[in-house]
Structures are given as C-alpha cells and as structure tokens.
C-alpha cells in the first residue's frame, strides 16, 4: 500500500500514521498492532473485513464458544443506556466444532492473530472446549469468560469466586497446548479485583482481560416490567470506561508483570492511551463497533498520533506511564518533533 | 458489500407524520435493492447514543451532482430519530449501507401485491417500479391507524397498478384493516407475490393470510437492532430453515426480508423449545 489510505471506510484515518513501533505482547503472544476487538462485539470478525482489512489491527477476540450450539436468551436482548448499552445475549453461537470448522478456520487462512474467547457452564464444560481447541490450527490464544454461571453452584458466576475462578483456570490450562497463553477476563462485580486477578495467575493464567460488562437493568415504564427478556444485562459502552481504567490501574500496581488486554467503552486514541497509560500491554474495542464499524482501526491510527504527540517512540514506552514515581524518573519530554533519547 | 459513508443533509421534508431525509450517499444508490436498508450514526462522534438507527432505503438517486444520494423515512420515536428528524441541509451523517437481504423479485410475469403498515411503506416504492419495470403487476395497500400515519400516498400512485388505502378510523379509505381485503386482493389480481413491510402483528397476518391463499410471502421485519452488521446478536427471531430446522436468526443479515411461511410469528420474543441450540438453555 503505498499512498496509505488504510481501511474502507471513511473515518478509518486516510493519512499515514506516524512512524512509532506499535508492536507489543501480551506474555508470549507477539502483537503486531495494539488494538484488538472485544469479545461478542465482533462476532469472528467476517463482517468487520467488509469495512477495513480486519488483518490491519492487532487481533480479533471472538465471540464466547461453548461447548454445543445454542440459541441464547429470548428478545429483548439490548437496551442502550446514556453512553452505553445493555446486553443480555445469553452466548448464543454455534458450539466449538462448528466454530473452529468455520469461523477459526477463515480467521487462520485470512491470517488474523486470533483470540478466542470460550465460556461454559462447567469446569468440565471449560476442560472440553480446551481439549476440542488443542488441536486445532489458527488458536494463538484463548480468553476464558468466566463471567458465566456456574450450573454446579447454583448460579453463581465463576468470575466472583477466586476459588471457583482458578478450578476453571487450572482446567483450561490442563487440557489446552502449553504454548498457547491463557488469558483470564475479569468481572468488576467484585469487591476486590485484584484478589481474583492474583488467583487466576496462580492457578496458571498468563494474562488478563481487563474488563468484562457489569450488571445492569432498565425497567420498561410503560409495561412496567424488566425491558430485557432476561431481566438483567451487561452494561458496556464509555459509561463505564473510568471503572475499567481503575480495574487496569488497581491490577497493575498488584501485578506489575502480567500481561493486561485493556477494555471498557474506548471510543477513540485518547481513550485507549488511558488504558495503555494505566497499565494494559493492548487494549480491545468493542460496544464502539456497533456505533461505528471501523472503529478498530480507526482508534489503533489515533493512538499512534496520540503516542506521536506525547513524544513516544513506542507503545511499550507508554505501558503503565501514569504509574511513574516522579516526571524526572524519565527522559520523555513533551517535544515531538525532536528525537528523544533512551 | 456494504460501505461506510460520511454522507451531508439535502433536505429534510415534513410528510403526515414523518420525516424524508435525503442525504448524499456515494456509492449506495447503485449497490441499493428493494428491500436493503440503512444505518445511521445519532448524536455526532461525541454521542451518548452508542446505537445506529436502521431505516429501510425509501428512493434513490444514482446521479446527479451529489455522487449519489438515498432518502429514507423517520418516524419520532424517540431521542435518537427525534435528533436525525431536526437535522439541517448540509449537516454531516455517517451512513452504512446498503445492508440486509433484500425482496426477492419474481422471474416470471407475475401479479403482486404489495403490503405497507404506517411508514412500512417506504421501501415499497423501489420495489414497485421494479416489478412494473419487470412486466409484473403491483397493486398495493397501504393501512395505518389514521390518515397522518399513511405514507406515499400520493407519490406511490404513480409506480403501482392500483392502490387501496385502509385506516382503523376511516379517515380516509376504506375503514379497518390492511389484512381485512388482503385475501380478496390476492384472488382478484391472481397474484403469486405478497410484499409486506410493518408492524410484526401485521406480517403475521399478512403471512398467514397469504399462505392461505396459496401466495409466496416476503415479508420485511422491525426488529430492534444494535449493530445492523451481523455482529451483536441482538435482533435474532426464531425462523424455519430449508432443513425443517428453528434457529434463532439474524434479521439484520439474514432478513430483514424473510419469507412469510419461515417466521415463527407467534414466538417471536421466545426461543421456542425445538430451536437449534435450545436445550444447551439460554441462561448464562
């Protein structure tokens, strides 16, 4: 591509990002670009490669697969909210064999660093999707949701119990290659983040997503009733962007070292610069896709500028910047235009 | 393959009780069939409505020297089509489009007749030209509550073969309902084709009265969308498949146009228990 009009659409940025290295990792997972979708907001990505080339932007998370296809939860599924939405899916899709003979399988031919997000409603459930991923080709991580209920302790989300949360991520590092980095994501419905996070990385999680929805409802006045089908729905969108930065920052400062995927209602660079700065290694984008379907890319080329304009040569510079002891702890001055020294 | 388009205001106009946006939308007019729809981006970048509205394409104009520019009909429901309905000439609009799966025209010469519910009658305009242009009959009939809820009345006259109009007051055509002369329309014009675009309640029986008749039915649903692209699987309905199998559907990718006889109209807002992936339960 020589004159860089990058992406299809119009708000994907039509000028040349400027040249700072974008590269970061997540553990050993290597990421060419820092920006990656949310899990359920980009579906395995197809749809998005209409609107900018999907291989653009560093990764796609896929929707939750479980173990069997599933229907999901009855409509109304969806509620907006101010600056955000609620949903209430229920992780409908197509079980994991259907998944990985379609969905994983046009992600690895179309060359996409691809995630993949898996949920159950058991530790046996997690062990057997594990073991169907094994061996399939295109897997270069996978994110566990266990911000599901747990069938076997009446309901209860795995994510809210560090114990229940490591026995499923003690199991899906068990069956799944060793090679193949583990990310656990998070629910803030917790009264304390790290305690989850510091359990999860015991049990054998090489990183973290930080953060999945938290639970909301809206009340329909005119029936007077729950709006959603199913009653409660998981809130997303910049509403909660200020309590995803604090998840990041709080879990960075219990754990300097693990690898974090920042989200939570990023709508542009500066929004993802807030999430690098407090502490994520890459950020994922995801309620902003359904308002604008380049949106991906479009936020990977503002933070470029946003890093360019900071006087970073790198992201991995800016990676936990907000956490720094003193201003004169670093060489970083605000003056673009000049080369700053190392 | 739909496009991403930041489009500009032509002109907003006052029809009953909606507004026609046009808006400049290179690109989409010539993608646009009958039946395709739109999704509009409310509030500007800064926005705290994080949702895209869909419209169904009303018209288009391929050329001209807009590079090409749609209209689309905007009922007030609420703050986001209120926000789109008080737009200006010349202001910006983030456009995707054309989207969904649009009418299936018939290859013979056939009779059709042709079903708008309120506005639902927006995308029926493309569609009559199209069959007339294809030597096909299009009677339509157009019903709403009232007279100010009817649409097209006047401009879709001068595409179809005859035009019935009913109101539940009698404001103005006959009195009742649309699907009260549907059966006797489709005997009396013999037609092998129902269109229909409205109210779900409305499809149902439009469907069913259709399929009683011995018609094939396409029908366009409403279903309340986040993403209109295929990825949030909020607008699903349960919708039988060539197999005999219930799943839950897309009616942005799949739809918006779905045959009559294929909808589970009644359990529409259910997962029905034979649907594919039912038993695996929708509780997490």
Request: proline share 6%.
């Amino acid at each position: 591509m020589s004159r860089a009009i990058v992406g299809r659409g119009p708000r994907a940025i039509a000028v040349e990002p400027p040249d700072i290295d974008m590269t970061t990792s997540l553990g050993n997972l290597h990421l060419v670009k820092p920006v990656l979708t949310a899990s359920g907001c980009a579906s395995s990505g197809r749809e998005l490669d209409q609107f900018f080339d999907i291989t653009m932007i560093g990764g796609v998370v896929t929707k939750s697969v479980m173990l069997h296809p599933r229907a999901g939860r009855p409509t109304p599924r969806m509620a907006e909210t101010p600056s955000g939405m609620l949903n209430s899916i229920g992780l409908q899709g197509p079980g994991v064999e259907s998944f990985i003979e379609r969905d994983l399988a046009w992600l690895d031919q179309r060359g996409v660093t691809t995630v993949v997000s898996i949920a159950g409603g058991s530790v046996d459930e997690f062990s057997r999707i594990s073991q169907k991923l094994r061996n399939a080709s295109g897997v270069s991580a996978i994110e566990v949701n266990i911000s599901c209920p747990n069938v076997e302790d009446r309901d209860q989300v795995f994510a809210c119990n560090p114990d229940a949360a490591s026995q499923v991520i003690q199991a899906v590092r068990r069956h799944s290659d060793p090679r193949t980095p583990i990310v656990a994501k998070l629910s803030p419905d917790v009264t304390d983040i790290t305690e989850i996070a510091q359990a999860v990385v015991r049990a054998g999680a090489s990183g973290l997503s930080v953060m999945n929805t938290t639970l909301g409802m809206v009340i329909d006045v005119d029936t007077m009733r729950p709006l959603l089908a199913g009653v409660t729905g998981g809130l997303s969108g910049p509403a909660i962007r200020p309590i995803a930065v604090r998840c990041v920052w709080q879990i960075r400062k219990a754990l300097p070292d693990i690898p974090i995927l920042g989200m939570g209602g990023i709508r542009n660079g500066l929004d993802a610069l807030q999430f690098i700065l407090a502490g994520a290694n890459a950020v994922s984008v995801g309620t902003m896709i359904f308002h604008d379907p380049s949106a991906p890319l479009r936020i990977q080329n503002e933070l470029a500028h946003a890093l360019n304009d900071r006087g970073f040569k790198s992201v991995r510079e800016a990676i936990s910047y907000a956490h720094r002891q003193s201003d004169n702890a670093t060489v970083l001055e605000l003056h673009p235009d000049e080369p700053s020294g190392d | 393959m739909p496009l991403q388009v930041k489009g500009e205001i032509l002109d907003v106009r006052r029809v009953g009780a909606y507004s026609v946006l046009s808006v400049t939308a290179p690109g989409l007019p010539e993608r646009t069939r009958p039946g395709h729809f739109v999704t509009i981006g409310i509030g500007g970048e800064e926005s705290s409505m994080v949702l895209r509205r869909a419209f169904a394409i009303h018209n288009v104009q391929e050329r001209g020297v807009y590079g090409g520019s749609l209209d689309i009909v905007v009922g007030v429901h609420g703050a986001g089509t209120r926000w789109l309905s008080e737009r200006r000439r010349h202001d910006p609009i983030d456009i995707v489009g054309p989207l969904g799966r649009p009418f299936v025209l018939p290859k013979e010469r056939v009779s059709c007749v042709l079903v708008g519910g309120g506005y639902g009658s927006a995308p029926l305009f493309l569609l009559a030209d199209q069959l007339r242009e294809r030597g096909c009959r299009a009677d339509v009939i157009l019903g709403a509550s009232s007279e100010d809820k009817l649409f097209g009345v006047l401009e879709i006259k001068r595409v179809c073969s005859t035009l019935t109009i009913t109101t539940e007051d009698g404001s103005q055509g006959l009195r009742g309902r649309v699907t009260d002369i549907l059966g006797e329309s489709i005997e009396k014009f013999d037609a092998a084709v129902v269109y229909a675009c409205g109210p779900m309640g409305m499809l149902a029986s439009v469907a069913k009265i259709a399929t009683e008749h011995r018609a094939y039915s396409q029908c366009s649903v409403e279903e309340s969308m986040a993403c209109g692209i295929g990825v949030c699987m909020t607008c699903v309905l349960p919708v039988v498949g060539d197999d005999g199998v219930t799943r839950m559907v897309r009616s942005c990718i799949d739809g918006p146009v779905f045959r009559g006889d294929r909808v589970r109209w009644a359990d529409i807002g259910t997962i029905p228990e034979d649907t594919l992936g039912a038993s695996a339960g929708g509780s997490a």
